[in-house]
């Protein structure tokens, strides 16, 4: 794979690996903040999941999660639906022609190309699911190896053939 499939895979599966993960926090760890200035756990993945959502939109015209904001307590199986959905749609639409898909974002209209929206919902929750990792060891809970969801572990996961060099 040789394209953008792999890094989509990949991002669906280290998405769901972090919620999964979240599981094992309790009420009060989901508000825990790196710092006092920054979002809390749960701001955080929900942020993941909504933006997610919001770039599949962008690309497809279909709404995933529609009516929730980031402050809110989302259910983790929500999460993790609403997230499998988004991320399954923006797959399915780097399969589809680069053309450029304008959208309004704070009164403007904004120009973007099919690959950089997509492209920047990769690297969008890959910062995220750092900041809930450290987030989560700077107060000792240590249930999120970032090493756990490199491209390594899913190359692995995926059953890919690793060839001698």
């Known amino acids: 794979m040789l394209n953008q499939e792999k890094l989509l895979l990949h991002m669906a599966w280290a998405n769901q ?53 980031q402050k809110m307590v989302l259910p983790l199986s929500d999460l993790q639906k609403y997230c499998a959905a988004a991320d399954e749609i923006l797959r399915i639409e780097s399969h589809k022609s680069d053309e450029v898909n304008t959208y309004v974002r704070d009164g403007k209209n904004i120009d973007r190309s099919r690959s950089t929206i997509i492209s920047q919902s990769i690297h969008h929750a890959t910062e995220h699911r750092a900041q809930i990792s450290d987030t989560l060891k700077v107060h000792g809970i240590r249930i999120l190896d970032l090493d756990e969801i490199d491209l390594w572990e899913f190359s692995d996961f995926a059953g890919e053939i690793n060839l001698p060099e």
């Open 17 to 69: 690996h972090v919620l999964e993960k979240l599981g094992q926090l309790n009420d009060e760890d989901w508000e825990l903040r790196l710092t006092k200035d920054d979002w809390t756990v749960q701001e955080l993945a929900n942020h993941i999941v909504l933006a997610a959502g919001g770039y599949a939109y962008r690309v497809s015209g279909t709404a995933v999660s529609t009516g929730f904001d």
